[in-house]
DNA sequence: TCGCGCCACATTGGATCCAATCAACATTTT
DNA sequence: AAAATGTTGATTGGATCCAATGTGGCGCGA
């Protein structure tokens, strides 16, 4: 079930196929986990147990481990084993800020260089976001509202900047699903996806920076909202 | 002589001593000589040759390699090994602008909170690079400049974003260490670093951040050109 | 002589085994 | 009875061993 994703066929890389080693498969596996909540923040991971599931020895666990750790993912004491990370309301609105800021300078280089087939491309993965909203599939629509603002961006030319970008996203996703899953922020989100690029189509930076800053910064404020009232964090 | 940091004890730390795991000694020395250009861009990593080097078995030296990867501070392709990444100058200068972003954003936040105690602690630290200056050590003069810019912004209480600067800094360490060896930028620095703090000691943001702002910039643009110019890259 | 394919070696990837450390429980002592 | 201490079980950390893969060299044939 899991081997499914051994190989990640990314098509619309141009044939640069990219094989993955057991642990990077392994830290694949288990980051979905978490981000999908299935490993409660504080929660111990076992590397026996961890190794039996998967059917294998408990080194490439291990070196899993040491990719998520660096990812941010979890937490390692030596002799005491790895724990899910935990982040603080406080620290999440901080990344919405970081995100807003960054996608705000990404937006500006990108908005010059748009061409046609960007705009139908950012169209193509809203309508497929829309899709998987009235499915109710949150998992997929996190990545796939990733992909989307990633899309938007990549005009930009600036990988480095997603890069870091995709670093950010990483640590608030798991609040992202659970939030999804409490509110109905799916809907407000897709009308402004619409109007983003709509501002974009139209070249307008004025408008379309604080637009997305905007966007950006409410989301933020929702899901840090959402986290206190619940005190599950 | 790699022991010695087996244990990271850092006395400004609250008395929280932290232990190291082999791998994470390891991936601390050998992320040095990556900085300090021992290991050359494209050049490979042999698991069997360091672990003879540092008089251990492979395995820590694949789980560090597994941390400097995330780290991005090399590449490892599956069944053939651990490259030293590579990165253009134009990544650079596009590093160097997220730093401008990112740093001037924490300043912002910063300034206000700024107390006397924070002016004297920056004081010293630039005391000690222009010590280091003179003696030319400039593997010190990298980690006493980040530590800085670190220290300045502190104030700042942004936990995330000094996270995200360290991992940028990181990439760009390799490069400045180089340039240092060939320009002298150093007196510049110390000029501009002086004139910064004096900035924020006045509280003038209107002035502070512009001047923030250019002395990263223009120290990207002048380590690029350097770059570009010797072909080394 | 050049090109293709096969084979041996070197290097990485993964599994098993042994040692070190921690935590919890039981025992002893005050 | 409470606290301190010893001891045992569980878990992680590290080393050695075996398997898989990639690379370079050699030979064979056109």
Redesign the pocket.
């Known amino acids: 079930m899991w081997r499914e994703m051994t190989t990640v066929g990314n098509p619309s890389e141009k044939h640069k196929l990219q094989?993955l080693?057991?642990?990077e498969?392994l830290a694949a596996s288990l980051r979905e986990r978490i981000l999908n909540g299935e490993f409660q923040p504080g929660e111990?991971?076992?590397?026996?147990?961890l190794?039996a599931e998967y059917?294998?020895?408990?080194?490439?666990?291990?070196?899993a481990?040491r990719q998520l750790e660096a990812e941010g993912l979890i937490e390692?004491?030596?002799?005491?084993?790895?724990f899910v990370s935990s982040i603080s309301p406080d620290e999440v609105m901080e990344l919405f800020e970081l995100r807003a800021l960054i996608e705000c300078d990404l937006l500006l280089h990108a908005i010059p260089k748009m061409t046609a087939a960007d705009f139908i491309a950012c169209q193509e993965i809203l309508g497929e976001l829309e899709r998987v909203y009235t499915e109710r599939e949150m998992a997929r629509w996190g990545s796939l509202n990733a992909a989307f603002h990633r899309r938007l961006l990549s005009p930009a030319e600036r990988g480095q900047s997603i890069l870091i970008l995709g670093g950010i996203n990483l640590q608030v996703e798991r609040f992202v699903r659970l939030q999804l899953l409490l509110t109905e922020a799916f809907e407000t989100a897709a009308l402004e996806h619409q109007q983003l690029l709509v501002l974009c189509r139209a070249r307008d930076v004025e408008q379309a920076i604080p637009y997305l800053r905007d966007h950006i910064l409410t989301a933020g404020r929702e899901l840090v909202a959402a986290m206190k009232s619940k005190r599950k964090f």
């Open positions: 094989r080693s057991l642990p498969a111990a991971l076992v590397q026996e147990a190794a059917e294998c020895s408990r080194m490439p666990v291990r070196e481990f390692t004491k030596v002799h005491k084993g790895a």
